[in-house]
């Protein structure tokens, strides 16, 4: 069982910058592929950004691309996304998302962020 809490959301105005965590607890986020995904009012879930549990290697929705970074600290056990140059269309609820096979995958409870002047 993982247990995900991301904090770090609020209200930037456009072209500021936020960086979300998502901490994990009770077991090694490492092993997972995690996953940053939002959910803007009146729309579909999106995939933000992915990083895999070897390599480091990451994805992001082109939405997004050369403006948000997401990263892991495999010593505090969590992940991060650096969000830059926002934008009022990036204002949604943001969940951490671990996942290990399509029968073992955890949630956080999600973070609000708000882009507006």
């Known amino acids: 069982q993982v247990q995900l809490v991301e904090s770090g959301g609020g209200l930037v105005q456009p072209g500021g910058s936020l960086r979300l965590s998502c901490a994990a607890s009770?077991?090694?986020?490492?092993?997972?592929?995690t996953s940053w995904y939002r959910r803007a009012p009146g729309k579909e879930r999106e995939l933000v950004a992915s990083?895999?549990?070897?390599?480091?290697?990451?994805n992001y929705a082109d939405s997004v691309k050369g403006r948000f970074t997401i990263s892991r600290d495999n010593t505090k056990n969590m992940v991060y996304l650096q969000m830059n140059s926002l934008k009022p269309e990036d204002t949604a609820v943001y969940y951490c998302?671990?996942?290990?096979?399509?029968?073992?995958?955890?949630w956080g409870q999600g973070t609000q962020v708000t882009v507006s002047s």
């Open positions: 998302n671990a996942y290990l096979s399509p029968t073992l995958g955890y």
């Open positions: 990083i895999f549990s070897t390599g480091g290697r990451t």
């Open positions: 009770g077991s090694t986020l490492s092993r997972y592929y």
